[in-house]
């Protein structure tokens, strides 16, 4: 009673007996819980695990004296005082997965945990979001347990990038495959050889707008895709950097009576004015000699409408899912009706503290995680030629 702190564990020889709560443990018996204000119910039919108090030892004396001889006769000395134990730490999904905890505060815990991984080391790139892998090979044929947990750093840092890495257009087709469905892209032509894989070119002194506003990659498809894998093949000797915004982060940023607003409606995602002959400044419907071809896809004349606020479907966090370069309007609401929160919400996707900006050389490689991420490229630097070389990754029916 002196020492609320302190516990004593009782274990029947027949059953487990459940006494006080204690919450903040987990113990080996089912319902094995205790006090010292459960003093009346030390006997010597209960024998006792573990002893933290002098009070409890003595109880244990006058009015279990059996019991007491039992735990000496276990070399579990009375006399002595044992810490009570801590709780057992969590693993990096378990993590994810607790969405009480802000994802900044996930992410910051992870920077720490040096037993994350087996197989790689995860250096993260700043508090909310991405991550940099090391001592992992894309070129070679990897493992299932090394694909689970490259998948499971993905999972955890949103976006994660491997430096120096050879990827051939068959080998990158081949690791989407061990990642999951490839979704082939409905207006951006493949590569001539390799259909999957999207050649995204900036020509030297060319203009270009691909990709350079905030988004979720093909938000406009009734099944958005899951993921990006993009390489570099060629890079200027700087600039040209890209942005990744977390939308975990950004739902959390917002009042509570916004959160509740944004559930309750549904937006227009749209490819017809993105893609629009007077926006693909660097590609062409109609020139074969373009560096990027399009194709005049259904998804141009189309909508898809999703949540606002998505589900993420492996962690069970909420994310925003609306973006400036496919996303219209709600649905129910005019364009000038919608403005207001859908602006709103677009100013605040590159706040600084939301994001994490990658510096690329040529052979690196970042994998998104195109539910909860968003992604910007930086066309700051024309004079010089950038190539890259994409493959996406089919998701779901956002919910």
């Known amino acids: 009673k002196d020492h609320p702190d302190f516990l004593i564990f009782y274990y029947n020889d027949r ?139 993905y999972l955890l840092f949103g976006v994660i990038f491997f430096r120096n890495q050879k990827l051939t257009p068959e080998r990158q087709v081949e690791l989407a495959k061990k990642l999951g469905v490839i979704d082939r892209h409905p207006i951006v032509q493949g590569m001539e050889d390799y259909p999957d894989v999207i050649q995204i070119v900036r020509e030297a002194g060319a203009a270009t707008s691909f990709g350079e506003t905030w988004h979720s990659d093909n938000s406009y498809m009734t099944k958005p895709s899951l993921g990006s894998i993009l390489y570099a093949v060629e890079i200027p000797p700087v600039g040209n950097d890209t942005m990744f915004s977390c939308m975990y982060a950004l739902h959390e940023s917002l009042s509570p009576k916004m959160r509740d607003l944004l559930n309750e409606l549904k937006a227009v995602h749209t490819a017809g004015e993105a893609f629009a002959p007077s926006n693909v400044e660097g590609g062409s419907f109609d020139n074969p000699e373009a560096a990027m071809k399009y194709v005049k896809a259904q998804e141009l004349v189309t909508n898809a409408l999703h949540p606002t606020l998505r589900t993420h479907p492996e962690t069970g966090r909420k994310a925003v899912f609306v973006n400036s370069m496919f996303t219209t309007n709600f649905d129910g609401m005019s364009r000038a009706e919608s403005q207001p929160i859908l602006n709103y919400i677009f100013s605040r996707v590159g706040l600084p503290e939301l994001t994490c900006r990658y510096r690329w050389a040529a052979g690196d490689v970042a994998l998104w995680d195109n539910r909860c991420v968003q992604h910007v490229a930086i066309g700051d630097n024309s004079s010089h030629q950038r190539i890259m070389r994409r493959v996406t990754l089919a998701g779901d029916v956002p919910v």
């Open 15 to 153: 059953n487990p007996i459940t006494l006080n709560k204690c919450e903040k443990f987990v113990f080996p018996f089912d319902n094995l819980k205790a006090t010292a204000s459960d003093e009346h119910k030390i006997n010597d039919n209960n024998l006792p695990l573990m002893l933290n108090s002098k009070i409890l030892q003595r109880l244990l004396f006058q009015k279990a004296p059996r019991a007491a001889s039992r735990l000496n006769a276990r070399s579990l000395s009375t006399s002595m005082e044992f810490s009570a134990p801590s709780p057992r730490q969590r693993s990096p999904i378990e993590l994810i997965k607790d969405v009480n905890m802000s994802i900044k505060d996930v992410r910051v815990q992870l920077a720490t945990d040096s037993n994350a991984f087996r197989h790689l080391k995860a250096t993260p790139l700043t508090a909310c979001l991405g991550a940099e892998i090391s001592g992992i090979d894309l070129s070679e044929r990897l493992n299932d347990d090394v694909i689970e947990e490259i998948w499971t750093a």
